[in-house]
């Protein structure tokens, strides 16, 4: 009887810990879930002022404007047409729509402010606590200090410069061991989760009324309760930019290898050197 060879696991390497891929898809289903409920909430109004005061006659930093013909994304001065897209545009039925985003970019697809705040403030609650939990035990378990820990020579700029050369030639590991994070990795995964997100959870409570009432500091902080609006209407579009980067270099290194590991947490060797 002939017994097939035991695959050997000693060929297979811990990428990525149980806390880290737990935290990870968790946080993938919470931020899709705000960002397209949060969508719903700004097309109540698609205006973003600084300040503690904002309304219609109040000069907009940004907004998103509409008429029954066209739509367009306004900066300051400066305006983008946008139709068919964002302001102006047609539904599953036909008809056009002067919202700001489009039904299949919100939670829910129906516009209303209601359900869209019950969705966002329930997966807020689990993203916060995932974030305390995930920071709390990578903290514990020395994730922190091991992989994303920033030595004085990765802050030198031949050395972040060097980084960039390696992306643009998409060697994303060149000069690192085996299952590190390269410097730009360990930059961008410090921005997002120690400042980016955390912000979005302030800025969320700052924009509560609630919390206004009993923590008025917390809104003074930002300078506002529309000033924290902004400030959380750009996180967004910061964590929309990073998935997006994301995104494309995962497809660029390898999206099935990688995807696995970030499932199973192991990867071979041999794939890790392709």
Known sequence: MQFMPQPDRSDRKIRHRLTTRIWHWVNA???????????TIFNAHPRLYWGEYGANDDYAWAAVGSSQTIGYVRFGETRFDTTGYIGNWEDRNG??????FPDWATIPSSYSLADGRRWHLFFAWIFSFGLAFFMIRSLWNRHIQRDLHLRRKD???SAIWADIRNHARLRFHAGQREGS???LQRLSYIGVIFVVLPLMIFTGLAMSPAMDANWPWLTDIFGGRQSARSIHFIGMA??????LVHMITLLLAGPWRLTRSMITGRDSKEAMND
């Open 29 to 39: 289903l919470c931020l899709l879930v705000l960002i397209m409920s949060g969508l």
């Open 95 to 100: 008809n056009i729509q002067t919202w700001a």
């Open 155 to 157: 802050w030198h700029p």
């Open 181 to 183: 994070y390269n410097i």
């Open 238 to 243: 910061l964590l929309i930019l990073f998935f």
